[in-house]
């Protein structure tokens, strides 16, 4: 039976923590149903930025074919993409695919990025204020979080893993409680989410940053310093960009000293993904949870059975 009917398919987001393969399946179910993907990654927006963001370009060929993406590679290191700007993308990119019949899928580990194109966030464009900032830095962080504790209907001030993207959620949210803001399209959809055992799951985030620490992490991020981006640029991209920067400064002593802390800070950062999946959850998003452990051959035709199934 085919799956696609006569009514087109609805948006089909693949998600899922770091090295859990969601590119890999998504690539090959894009092929199985002429779709084009849709990357819902807050850091391979940027260009140059490739190894330690994993973009793994090759994967987006299969059988000699190479299957079109978007949203990778559109801005510059250095620039900032904010949620609300991601969004803006993520319609122009969908309204152009949808118009020419071509189902989308959505793939990324950047939890608050598809959750924001899901649940249709209603969000507001906000310019930086600086003189804002400078008051906002004489607050103790848990002072900074019971801010945005009042502002819970605002979906833009989730990210607080930094002092830097705490301070800018705080300012948003201050801000957008003073603009009006777009209702957005609720967008029908069918979720999908890589699921796997802790232990598989750090097996593999250690196998795979050995291999990027061998085939050119660090000079990558050299390369960047030397472009003329600041330390304090590169360390606001986060983990592989963070540590690899400070290991450039001489503040981690060694390369053995940088592996061990930024295999445990990724091992965190994948317990947090798999956190905010579940947050997605009790939001109210159906997640159809895939066992990662089983065969890629398998998990595609369980999807395909779910889609035909929704369809």
């Known amino acids: 039976m085919p799956i696609l009917a006569n009514k087109p398919l609805p948006l089909i987001a693949l998600l899922g923590p770091t090295a859990s393969g969601k590119t890999h399946l998504a690539v090959a179910l894009a092929d199985r149903l002429g779709a084009e993907i849709v990357s819902a990654d807050s850091r391979q927006l940027y260009r140059r930025m490739d190894i330690g963001t ?40 969908w309204e152009k695919l949808k118009a020419a019949g071509t189902p989308t899928i959505l793939c990324g580990g950047s939890g608050m990025y598809a959750e924001a194109i899901l649940r249709g966030y209603r969000l507001a464009a906000v310019e930086p204020n600086l003189a804002l900032r400078a008051q906002l830095e004489e607050r103790t962080d848990e002072e900074l979080i019971a801010i945005l504790a009042s502002h819970q209907s605002l979906h833009n001030t989730t990210d607080t893993s930094s002092r830097k993207r705490l301070i800018r959620a705080v300012e948003i949210a201050l801000s957008s409680s003073e603009k009006e803001v777009k209702e957005r399209e609720l967008l029908p959809s069918l979720t999908f989410a890589v699921s796997l055992p802790q232990e598989v799951r750090w097996k593999r985030i250690s196998c795979r940053l050995k291999a990027r620490l061998d085939s050119g992490l660090v000079e990558e991020v050299d390369s960047l310093l030397k472009e003329g981006l600041s330390p304090e640029q590169l360390i606001y991209y986060g983990l592989e960009y963070k540590y690899v920067t400070q290991y450039l400064l001489g503040e981690i002593p060694s390369r053995e000293e940088l592996y061990q802390q930024l295999n445990v800070a990724i091992r965190q950062f994948s317990k947090r993904q798999m956190t905010y999946l579940r947050g997605m959850e009790r939001r109210g998003i159906v997640l159809h949870w895939l066992d990662g452990t089983r065969p890629p051959e398998a998990l595609i035709a369980e999807m395909e059975d779910i889609i035909r199934g929704a369809n």
């Open 54 to 93: 994993g973009k793994d370009l090759g994967e987006y060929e299969i059988a000699g074919r190479r299957i079109p993406y978007h949203l990778i590679d559109i801005f510059e290191p250095g620039e900032q993409c904010n949620l609300f700007v991601y969004q803006q993308r993520f319609y122009d990119v």
